[in-house]
């Protein structure tokens, strides 16, 4: 008889499957992205792990850092295939369970000014969720955020490192502006944009100029990502375009 699995069982096999391997994993995963349409407790997580690993849908082994108890855990085939029935299989009717609006269900039972604060705070709830969700990331940041001409850049860093590693500062530097430039160049052929290739082109050059002139590998990686992330702080606070 096939055990019948609890919506948050189907969570923390997802979360495996993306990668999560501790219970404690899962709930940082939670917290960050499923939280908001479903959220999963340290009180559901482990013992679900516990019911999973005793049907055959997971496997745990203890495996302590420094002094600290601590268990992994990886799907089996029996829970790959589990989890994706699961996901393939159309999705019961959702329940919704929302405290404000139960309330303000009941609002005709208390004095319009306290009706209307039920509302207010309501209004709060949702700006403050919104205010959430703009929030710049370290990932947005340094990543998402940055400009294209910093995210084509990670080609000619590399080029830096195996130079300096295998030469010196100056041959990584060297070997890296060429890269770069070449790129550029390439990219202005195939019809990129003589502005942004110009863009491109000159920061590399600059770059270059810098981390020579202050002879630190870390003063010439430092520059893109101060550029990114002012970059990235910019656009996140930036108020998106109301939608037409």
Request: net charge positive; glycine share 10%; aromatic share 10%.
């Amino acid at each position: 008889m096939e055990t019948e699995l609890s919506p948050t069982a189907y969570v923390v096999l997802g979360m495996l499957g993306l990668g999560a391997k501790t219970g404690y994993d899962i709930k940082g995963i939670v917290d960050r992205s499923t939280r908001f349409f479903w959220a999963a407790s340290y009180g559901q997580i482990y013992p679900e792990l516990r019911r999973l690993e005793e049907a055959g849908l997971v496997t745990g082994k203890q495996a302590p850092t420094g002094g600290r108890k601590r268990k992994v855990y990886e799907l089996t085939p029996k829970g790959r295939r589990a989890l994706a029935e699961w996901a393939a299989a159309p999705p019961r009717m959702p329940e919704l369970r929302d405290e404000n609006l139960l309330k303000l269900f009941f609002a005709d039972l208390l004095p319009r000014e306290q009706a209307l604060e039920q509302l207010r705070m309501r209004r709060y709830g949702h700006e403050q969720f919104l205010a959430f969700l703009r929030a710049p990331s370290v990932r947005s940041v340094l990543r998402g955020g940055s400009p294209r001409f910093l995210r084509e850049l990670f080609g000619p860093v590399a080029e830096f490192y195996v130079g300096w590693k295998l030469g010196s500062l100056v041959t990584g530097i060297v070997l890296a502006t060429v890269l770069a430039l070449g790129l550029e160049w390439y990219e202005r052929r195939h019809g990129r944009r003589g502005a942004l290739a110009l863009i491109s082109a000159a920061f590399v050059v600059v770059q270059a100029l810098v981390g020579l002139v202050a002879d630190s590998a870390v003063v010439y990686l430092a520059q893109p990502v101060l550029v990114s992330a002012i970059w990235g702080i910019a656009n996140s606070s930036r108020p998106p375009s109301d939608a037409r």
